[in-house]
């Protein structure tokens, strides 16, 4: 039963380039959620998706930054434009239903040069 | 919206000692509080969780205690081992949706 699956697992990018993050959620699992992590500090939500909705976006930056959640397919983080601020790493966690706990993928680290 | 404060930053214990993280809440509403382990470079691994309805949870070593009234939490690791060493983060949440993270805990484990 594999678990959370994110790819790719390092990925480096130059200022204005765009990055495309992809989260495969848990076999089972419709409800999918995307965190920042800056080092040598906690998790922040960006945004909370099921198939083909997003459900609360709050997080997310309103500009450069978007999130899908197809029927078919991965979820995906896309950030366009990339800053040197939008280096992180990026977590994907995954739940069968929105009553139950998160499961955690290996994140992307997102590097730019 | 909900803020959550974690303390201490970071905690050094001897091998066998207990290790207590606390943890506070804003948002009354939240009314489900994960805890995570988080060892360099991995994932978050959830290690115990408890729900608003619920006053104390165990597992084996770890025990996490929930005071709704005063709004707070804390997780409990007894018999602390070198491999319990990590970075330790709480969480709220309402309704099971977005988690609301607070800062960690370095808690390193002596032999």
């Known amino acids: 039963n594999a678990g959370v699956m994110q790819n790719p697992r390092h990925l480096v990018r130059r200022r204005g380039q765009e990055a495309r993050l992809r989260c495969s959620p848990m076999?089972?699992?419709?409800?999918v959620y995307w965190y920042r992590q800056l080092p040598e500090e906690g998790l922040k939500f960006m945004v909370y998706?099921?198939?083909?909705?997003?459900?609360?976006e709050s997080g997310m930056p309103k500009e450069r930054f978007s999130a899908e959640f197809p029927k078919e397919g991965p979820s995906i983080l896309r950030i366009q434009q990339v800053v040197r601020g939008d280096s992180a790493a990026y977590f994907c966690?995954?739940?069968?239903?929105?009553?139950?706990?998160?499961?955690f993928g290996d994140g992307t680290r997102l590097s730019i040069l | 919206g909900e803020n959550v404060e974690q303390h201490p930053s970071t905690l050094s214990v001897q091998e066998g000692d207990s290790a207590v993280i606390k943890c506070t809440y804003s948002?009354?509403?939240?009314?489900?509080f994960p805890w995570y382990k988080q060892e360099l470079g991995k994932r978050p691994q959830l290690i115990i969780d408890?729900?608003?309805?619920?006053g104390e949870k165990k597992d084996q070593r770890i025990a996490v205690t929930l005071n709704k009234t005063a709004k707070h939490f804390s997780l409990h690791i007894t018999e602390t081992q070198p491999e319990d060493s990590a970075v330790y983060f709480c969480?709220?949440?309402?309704?099971?949706?977005?988690?609301?993270f607070g800062t960690g805990t370095r808690l390193l484990v002596s032999p």
């Open positions: 966690a995954s739940s069968p239903r929105d009553i139950s706990p998160q499961h």
């Open positions: 408890i729900r608003s309805n619920v």
């Open positions: 948002d009354s509403a939240s009314n489900y």
């Open positions: 969480a709220a949440s309402t309704g099971f949706q977005k988690l609301v």
């Open positions: 076999k089972g699992h419709s409800h």
């Open positions: 998706l099921q198939k083909e909705n997003i459900i609360d």
